[in-house]
T-cell receptor, first 115, second 118 residues
Framework: DGGITQSPKYLFRKEGQNVTLSCEQNLNHDAMYWYRQDPGQGLRLIYYSQIVNDFQKGDIAEGYSVSREKKESFPLTVTSAQKNPTAFYLC??????????????FGEGSWLTVV | AQSVSQHNHHVILSEAASLELGCNYSYGGTVNLFWYVQYPGQHLQLLLKYFSGDPLVKGIKGFEAEFIKSKFSFNLRKPSVQWSDTAEYFCAVLGAGGADFGNEKLTFGTGTRLTIIP
């Protein structure tokens, strides 16, 4: 099946630890995105990448890092510098830029809880 | 900068009732507009989108939305809802040609939770 796979679905982390969320897509999409969803705040863009080996900060990039070494993979690292990391994280991809008419497709998300 | 407001946080309707969810955006130029739906336990799915042309856009599952430029609105409608429409609905906007053009900052509203009572 074609789609976006995020893992793990649920993750618990101790304060002070870094954690990496995986996102893989087999849709041959150029662009990939990471959003964070908090209750009552909608989705906020963390990082995005429109091409391999390139990525841009979104609205709330502080405390996060990404890499885009392969077209199909866009892992997100939540570092210990992120003050409020407990959230639902969504990975997404699109064929190319949204402004050319392409739709963003989302994965099923990863729940991160810091204990 | 662009922003999106969804004023209804939680809407409760009976089956067969008509639905209208409000979405207002703030942006000075050309916009691309989207409605996404998130069913319980599922991932976000695109309901419909507006890029240009006819301001009345039809999407999946009988939903439609009308872009009213003068009101900066893109309200979602459905004439008769079903229990299976219970979900969270997100409006999103991308300002085309502005500061965010090419930066793909698809800005989402805070979402509206829709509960349909059988």
């Amino acid at each position: 099946d074609g789609g976006i796979t995020q893992s793990p679905k649920y993750l618990f982390r101790k304060e002070g630890q870094n954690v990496t969320l995986s996102c893989e897509q087999n849709l041959n999409h150029d662009a990939m995105y990471w959003y964070r969803q908090d209750p009552g705040q909608g989705l906020r863009l963390i990082y995005y990448s429109q091409i391999v080996n390139d990525f841009q900060k979104g609205d709330i990039a502080e405390g996060y890092s990404v890499s885009r070494e392969k077209k199909e993979s866009f892992p997100l690292t939540v570092t210990s510098a992120q003050k409020n990391p407990t959230a639902f994280y969504l990975c997404a991809s699109s064929a190319n830029r949204v402004t050319t008419g392409n739709t963003i497709y989302f994965g099923e998300g990863s729940w991160l809880t810091v204990v | 900068a662009q922003s999106v407001s969804q004023h209804n946080h939680h809407v409760i309707l009976s089956e067969a009732a008509s639905l209208e969810l409000g979405c207002n955006y703030s942006y000075g130029g050309t916009v691309n507009l989207f409605w996404y739906v998130q069913y319980p336990g599922q991932h976000l799915q695109l309901l419909l989108k507006y890029f240009s042309g006819d301001p009345l856009v039809k999407g999946i599952k009988g939903f439609e939305a009308e872009f009213i430029k003068s009101k900066f609105s893109f309200n979602l409608r459905k004439p008769s809802v079903q229990w299976s429409d219970t979900a969270e609905y997100f409006c999103a906007v991308l300002g085309a040609g502005g500061a965010d053009f090419g930066n793909e900052k698809l800005t989402f509203g805070t979402g509206t939770r829709l509960t349909i009572i059988p």
